[in-house]
């Protein structure tokens, strides 16, 4: 059975987090928060133990895995930094702006990443988280933890520890409850061995906000090649249980039509906008970073609703919302 525990945010020596440790240092599976979503974390220079992720989320090997650091200073365990005058000044120009916090950048592994964790790729994808209990977390076990969002792959990724649970079951050791994310989706990842750099995978930090520090990308591109750099580049990923669909307006037409025709509908719409006969609607906000930190605990609320399909309708357009529509659009894929 899986044990959930709840750390302390201001006790450098809780023994939840001294627990957690353990279970990583001697190969285990540990779920915790991030700013971003719930993470399923193994120690990244130990092949057996990252390889227990992908058993236990049924993912593909060819999906590469994210490292989390605790420092900067720390990343020389998993990454080659650029000799290169030019990319050593965007690496540190964006790790001085954007560390801790959601921008994975993607560089040349270290000898020490075992290829289970990048797929086989030259390339390793490496963050330093901003929440506290993941921070404290990578201090005591004093290893790099690699750790995609913890959920079973394809499935949505989870926002509170009982996603967590319901999700995975016994398949991950410990759990540490740090409450709901507050970013919601997962982090933006940078591919900086391209020049210009280029956004693999949009998220909570927006390509505006990069180009602010570093000058021009390179337009974002769908992969090319057996090797995935980036985790969020599969056709499938980040959906609800029951089929989900993208329209224009605010859906209402879609989702009558859906309840007429005998479905129990789930319905992401806008605020003002009046409810249908028998369908679960859900009101989103109509901010970027509001909808981000809501859309799935939403969808979760929808599955466990037991919706049999769910209309979403169509956000704005807009780097702001680059990330959103890309989660809502592997959502829908087939």
């Known amino acids: 059975m899986s044990v959930i525990r709840k750390p302390s945010l201001h006790d450098p020596d809780d023994e939840s987090i001294a627990a957690a440790a353990a279970v990583i240092r001697r190969g285990g599976l540990v779920a915790f928060p991030t700013e971003t979503v719930y993470g399923l974390g193994a120690n990244a220079l130990d092949a057996a133990a990252v390889q227990r992720i992908f058993e236990a989320k049924g993912r593909p090997a060819n999906n590469p895995i994210i490292v989390h650091v605790a420092s900067s200073r720390e990343i020389w365990q998993v990454a080659l930094l650029p000799v290169d005058d030019k990319k050593l000044r965007r690496f540190a120009r964006l790790a001085r702006h954007f560390w801790p916090g959601p921008l994975t950048l993607v560089l040349p592994k270290t000898a020490a990443v075992p290829d289970v964790v990048t797929a086989g790729g030259p390339t390793v994808a490496v963050r330093v988280p901003a929440h506290p209990v993941v921070l404290a977390l990578l201090r005591a076990a004093d290893v790099p933890i690699a750790a995609p969002s913890a959920n079973r792959s394809t499935q949505l990724s989870p926002t509170t520890a009982e996603h967590v649970l319901r999700g995975l079951g016994d398949r991950v050791d410990l759990i540490l409850d740090g409450g709901p994310t ?153």
């Open 182 to 334: 507050t970013g919601g989706i997962e982090s933006t990842v940078l591919d900086l061995t391209s020049d210009p750099p280029r956004i693999l995978r949009p998220g909570l930090v927006t390509a505006a906000q990069i180009e602010a520090e570093i000058g021009p990308l390179q337009p974002p591109s769908e992969p090319e090649g057996p090797v995935i750099r980036s985790p969020g580049m599969m056709a499938k990923h980040y959906a609800p249980r029951a089929p989900l669909e993208i329209v224009d307006g605010d859906g209402r037409g879609r989702v009558e039509e859906l309840v007429l025709s005998g479905k129990r509908v789930g319905w992401l719409t806008w605020a003002g906008i009046g409810d249908v006969a028998w369908a679960v609607k859900l009101e989103m906000p109509d901010q970027a970073a509001g909808y981000a930190a809501r859309l799935y605990a939403a969808l979760h609320e929808l599955d466990a609703a037991g919706v049999e399909r769910i209309v979403v309708a169509r956000p704005p357009d807009g780097d702001a919302w680059l990330a959103v529509k890309d989660r809502l659009r592997h959502a829908a894929a087939k």
